[in-house]
C-alpha cells in the first residue's frame, strides 16, 4: 500500500508526530480551536517560538538551538520546504524529502506546532492563487501537518485557522493566516526586474541597499486573503483575547523594500488595520518570516495601536545584502535564527518578550513590550 493511501491520521498518530492539527471540529468556521500544551514550567508564562525558510537539501543544525530555548509550541510560518514544484509529481517529492530531514522531523515529534505556508511550499517562487496545483497543495499541506480527514483546513479556500491557549486565566489566540492560495499576481517593475543582475552586483560589492522590483497594487479588485478568509478573520477578531498573534507568512509591517509582503496591497494592509479598530481586538503582535534576514518593524497608525511586526527567516535561509524598511526599528540579523514570543502573565502589567536568537542560542535581537502598549487610547 502506498502511504498516500493510508489515513494520515492514523499515520500521524502511529509515528508519534505531535502536530496538533487533530481535533478540528467540524463546521465551516468554528471558533478558534482549544489548543492544551503541556504543564509549563512556570504558570504565568508562554513562550512560543517561530521560524521559517528551512530548505530541505540543507542541513538544519537550528533544531538544537529551539529545543534547547524549551518552547512550549513552534510555529511554521512558512517556505517550510522548497517544493517549487511546476508538476504534482514534483510537489510529491519535495515533501518526502521534507521527511527525511530527520533534525526537523525529530524536533516535530517532539515539540508541539503549527504551520501555515508560503511561495515555496505552495508551489513556486512568489507564486499566489493563480497557481495551477494549489487544491493538490492543500491536500498535501494537510497531510504532512496532521490535518483530520474532517478538518475545516482541507475544504477551505486556504489553510487558514486559529487557535486558543488558556495560560494563566487569559486568553492567547493564534491566528494564522494564508497568504497565498487567493492572492492577486504581483505587479513588478520590469525595468527593475530586468535590472537585477546589475543591481545584486553593486549591492554585494558596494554594501549598498538593495529594493525588489514588486510595485504596490491600488486595484480595489486586489486581494491577499479573499473574502471567505476576510470573513472568517472577522469573527476570529471578535473573539475575547488578551494576546493575538498575528502569523503572517511574509512581512505586514515593512514598507519600500520591494520583495513580497502586505505593502503590495496597501488597500489590504489599510482593511486589516480598519478590522482591527472595528472590532476593537487589542493585543494583537504580528510574527512574520519569507526575508532571509531577522528585524523588527514597528507600525504606527492612526487606525490602530502600534503594530509590531517580528520577521525571523531563516531556518537555513540567509540573505546578507541590505534591505530598505522604512519601518525598521532594530538591526537587521543577517544569520540563521528563530523567534521567540514570551508572555509574562505574572503581575499587573503583563508584558511580551519577542525575541531573535541565533543557531548557537545567542539572542541577536528583542524588544520589550507591555501589554498596555497593545491597546487602543482611551476616548
Ligand atoms: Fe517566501
Redesign the pocket.
Known sequence: MKPAQLDRRQLMLAAGLAAVGAGAQAGANPGSRPLTLGTPADPQLLRIAFG??AKQSKPQPIWAAVRAARPELFLFL??NLYADARDADTLRQRYAEFRRVEALQSFRRDVPHLAIW???DFGD??VGGEYPLKALSQQLFCDEWGEAPDSPRRTRPGIYEAYRIERAGRSVQVLMLDLRFNRTALVADPALKQGYAAMYAKSKLGGGAMKGWYLPNLDPAATLLGEAQWAWLAERLAEPADVRILCS??QLAAEGTGW?GWSNFPLERQRLVDLIREKRAEGVVVVS??MHYADLSRWDTPACYPLWDLTSSGLTEVWDIPTPNSRRVSEVFAGVNFGLVDIDFAGPSPSLTLSIRDVKGDTRLQQRLSLDQLRFPKA
Do not use: R
Request: hydrophobic content about 5%.
Open positions: 521559517s525558510c512558512g517556505d508560503d511561495d515555496h517562487d512568489d507568512s511574509v513580497e518570516g519569507d
